[in-house]
């Protein structure tokens, strides 16, 4: 087993543990890294959180997540952008170094209109994350959540963006359920190089029996995780591997059941 | 509504009638283009279906499907071919000027290697398309069946594709439901051009529930299907557009009420 200093764990991969149970078990564990979901910093002072992390010997990866940003009118526009710059405060409060966006998309816009609030959204938000300093992560989502979750779907929007925008505040958060398939992967990850500011990984099952929830432990899918791994760090990566599950059916497995085998399946 | 001169519809979609049900259905309609599927043709000489076709007045659109090229040894390749030899040989005895290759993949092989074959089985199969006079229409699928249907996801990789094989033989079948969240749609539908073969149309739901048989009617979902008929036109499409819904909850439908929807629907 290769050794476990750039494994991370979101803390929705464990779900039924709260924040004090899951930082002491990948502590225990040896596992360095946590991506903290904002659900779970809730209930207790910032402050709390991070000594909690520190106190355990845990680095804050990433918190996930802001964004969802197109909205049917101003106010909700607007929600969206307090929501974020209050994700931004947060994961400075806990010593996060970054917030994943999700970038969101409604059903009731064209693809373009969704597209274009994104960009507006990202660009209103940029001078609270040099603010806080605190780097937002663009997450491309599969195509398949192009509907309603987020309508920026490659590696190379998130580059035709960065561009647009300008990188000192940006990244891309890579995670390889969503860009496994993508044609123009290698090329898009040499364009994005230190763009490149997270690496998520879980695995595609076949069959996929549901579009959200049926995430596979890596190693029991198709993606080529460690040829990915590759590819971000020949871009210049050198950061954790975050492993991030959204499934049914491990979520209601034992937690320290799973903790032991995202251990054991761990390889880069 | 419309007039219906380019409405076709696979038999796929109105799946409990057979072949003669079907066609004589959609005739009474007025809808004048048919895409065959290769089960509705078993039991009967081809010739039988041909002339039932014609009888009609109904135009064989396409024949659905060839391909699945990929395979986990020589045996398996060459059975692919074969098949989709066969189905060149039955588009050409029924009057179908294409075959829709649905490319194929296996998820024991890598990303790569399910590239590299489905290339060389195309090419294959380009001598029997000249012999048959009959073409072949790749389909790019959603990359949400890049694990075990088809690897090849986007126009982009389409155009590659014909860049290296040549398009006297090969054209490009544009199905809304696979394309539709593609931020590079545009460029390449443009430069695919005259390389459209054909127009497939369905809506993407909100929510999809199955990955596979929930697609929608034409104007229940998200797709800018009016949008996407334009840009083919921009390169030059004319043809038909070809309803083609896999769907428990249509399938379920007294067709001849499927039918009727599918004509209140049609738009383009």
């Known amino acids: 087993m290769d050794n476990l200093s750039r494994l991370a764990i979101h803390t929705m991969t464990t779900k039924p543990w709260d924040l004090p149970t899951a930082v002491a078990k990948f502590s225990a564990a040896g596992v360095p890294g946590v991506g903290v979901w904002r659900q779970w910093l809730a209930g207790r002072p910032l402050a709390e959180s991070r000594a909690m992390l520190a106190d355990n010997g845990l680095s804050a990866v990433s918190l996930v997540r802001g964004g969802f940003f197109p909205g049917l009118n101003a106010a909700e526009r607007t929600a969206a952008l307090d929501d974020t710059r209050r994700a931004l405060d947060e994961a400075a409060a806990v010593g996060a170094p970054q917030v994943v966006l999700v970038c969101g998309a409604r059903p009731e816009l064209s693809l373009p209109e969704n597209r274009r609030q994104i960009t507006e959204g990202v660009a209103a938000c940029l001078d609270h994350a040099r603010q806080t300093g605190v780097k937002l992560a663009l997450e491309p989502l599969h195509p398949m959540y192009a509907d309603c979750r987020s309508a920026i779907n490659t590696i190379g929007q998130c580059n035709d963006m960065i561009d647009q925008l300008g990188d000192t505040w940006l990244g891309i958060a890579a995670d390889v359920y969503?860009?496994?398939?993508?044609?123009?992967?290698?090329?898009?990850?040499?364009?994005?190089?230190?763009?490149?500011?997270?690496?998520?990984?879980?695995?595609?099952?076949?069959?996929?029996?549901?579009?959200?929830?049926?995430?596979?432990?890596?190693?029991?899918?198709?993606?080529?995780?460690?040829?990915?791994?590759?590819?971000?760090?020949a871009a210049g990566y050198q950061g954790f591997t975050e492993v991030e599950l959204l499934s049914r059916r491990w979520w209601a497995e034992e937690p320290d059941h799973v903790l032991a085998t995202m251990k054991a399946s761990h390889r880069c």
């Open 178 to 233: 969503h860009i496994w398939w993508d044609p123009q992967l290698e090329s898009e990850i040499a364009r994005a190089g230190r763009r490149i500011a997270a690496f998520h990984a879980c695995d595609w099952l076949v069959p996929t029996t549901d579009l959200v929830l049926d995430r596979g432990m890596p190693g029991d899918g198709v993606i080529d995780i460690g040829g990915l791994r590759a590819m971000v760090e």
